[in-house]
């Protein structure tokens, strides 16, 4: 069966790519810049977090969950601590720390004297992944829908559609796939429920390299666009059992596209 380059268990010995120089913006910033935050917006990006401070743990925590959600640290690579220390400019105790939290999200498994390993993702766990996100995601709608909040307030999400609608327009895969993050996430966040919020982005983050992996692969998303715009005028006209019962169905059928992709494929691991 095939699979990604990056056999799990093999060290990678190349340096740790930089970064690119453009300030990356923690993923509550990106929700509520709007339109401008969209624009431009990569999936790594959002790999720091909003309210923790400039430490050397966290910006080694953003810095090693940005290269394994752009695969930059291929899953399966196995890294040691000093290792990444000497790379990451830092001392070995700021990365360990990042490295207990990167195990947290399910990113990678440490293993003692041994450093961490990248997580590799198979299928079956994708199918897992989606079975959590089609359970959280439409509480996420429907609990915000709840809130009543005003359009200004719903304009990230307004913003996102737009921007994927252009996105489309263009056939700009990346552009459309940088909206729909800000959409999901954005909506989670705005949600009401900071602990929801926090298991909807956990599990996203882990979906990330399949969604990346079938980006080519899916035909243009106009359906899943046509369905984000539709789940936002629920939310706007107050229908909190419709946007629940659309986002539902939405995660479910944008899941088992994916996943049969993956399945196709005949990648054994992501």
């Not at 009543?148 to 719903?154: F, I, N, W």
Request: glycine share 6%; charged share 25%; proline share 6%.
């Amino acid at each position: 069966m095939a699979r990604l380059p990056g056999r799990p268990g093999t060290r990678a010995h190349e340096p740790i790519p930089p970064l690119p120089a453009r300030a990356r913006q923690p993923r509550a910033s990106r929700a509520a810049g709007g339109q401008h935050a969209v624009q431009g917006a990569t999936s790594s990006e959002w790999a720091a977090d909003a309210d923790r401070p400039a430490t050397a743990a966290n910006l080694a925590y953003a810095r090693l969950k940005a290269l394994i959600l752009d695969n930059a640290l291929a899953p399966g690579s196995q890294r040691l601590e000093s290792e990444l220390a000497a790379e990451l400019g830092l001392s070995r105790t700021p990365v360990r720390e990042a490295m207990v939290r990167l195990e947290q999200d399910g990113l990678v498994t440490i293993t003692p004297r041994h450093g961490m390993r990248v997580t590799a993702v198979t299928p079956a766990d994708m199918r897992e992944i989606y079975e959590v996100l089609n359970s959280l995601e439409p509480a996420a709608a429907e609990l915000l829908t709840r809130r009543g909040l005003a359009a200004k307030q719903l304009a990230p999400l307004a913003d996102a559609c737009t921007a994927m609608e252009r996105a489309l327009h263009k056939e700009d895969r990346h552009a459309w796939a940088a909206a729909d993050e800000v959409f999901h996430l954005g909506l989670a966040e705005l949600c009401g429920n900071r602990r929801l919020a926090g298991m909807i982005m956990q599990v996203w983050d882990q979906s990330h390299r399949a969604r990346m992996f079938t980006l080519h692969q899916r035909p243009l998303p106009e359906r899943s666009t046509a369905e984000h715009r539709a789940v936002l005028q629920a939310v706007m006209a107050g229908d909190s059992e419709s946007a629940r019962e659309m986002y539902r169905l939405h995660r479910r059928r944008s899941g088992e596209e994916l996943i049969a992709l993956i399945e196709r494929s005949g990648v054994a691991w992501l």
